[in-house]
Nanobody, 115 residues
Framework: QVQLVESGGGLVQPGGSLRLSCAAS????????LAWYRQAPGKQREWVTR???????YYADSVQGRFTISRDNAKNTVYLQMNALKPEDTAVYYC?????????WGQGTQVTVSS
C-alpha cells in the first residue's frame, strides 16, 4: 500500500507560481503512471497532467505550457510546477499514483489564485 501526502498549496496572485509536492510512503520508481488532478468548487474532478514511467508527459489543454510534472525517484516524490497561474486554476489538487495494479490518491492541497 502507498500513502500520498501533498503539500505546497496556498494563496497566490494571478501570474504567480507554486510548486506542489506529493510524497509517497513507498517507492514510486516502478509506478507506471503518476498524475495530478484538481477539483474546483462545484465542479467535477478533472485530470491535469500525467507522467509515465518512461518519462512521457501529457497535459490538459488548460495548463499546457504553464504546468510541469516531474518525479524524483530517490525521494519518492512527484512535483507539479505551476507558473503563470490564473484564477481559474483555483482548486484542490490531488496526486494520483498507479502502483502494483492499484490506484492511490492523496488528501489534496488547496490552491487559490486571487488578487
Amino acid at each position: 500500500q502507498v500513502q500520498l501526502v501533498e503539500s505546497g498549496g496556498g494563496l497566490v496572485q494571478p501570474g504567480g507560481s507554486l510548486r506542489l509536492s506529493c510524497a509517497a510512503s513507498g517507492s514510486i520508481a516502478s509506478s507506471p503512471l503518476l498524475a495530478w488532478y484538481r477539483q474546483a468548487p462545484g465542479k467535477q474532478r478533472e485530470w491535469v497532467t500525467r507522467l509515465s514511467r518512461g518519462g512521457s508527459t501529457y497535459y490538459a489543454d488548460s495548463v499546457q505550457g504553464r504546468f510541469t510534472i516531474s518525479r524524483d525517484n530517490a525521494k519518492n516524490t512527484v512535483y507539479l510546477q505551476m507558473n503563470a497561474l490564473k484564477p481559474e486554476d483555483t482548486a484542490v489538487y490531488y496526486c494520483n499514483v498507479i502502483h502494483g495494479g492499484l490506484e492511490y490518491w492523496g488528501q489534496g492541497t488547496q490552491v487559490t489564485v486571487s488578487s
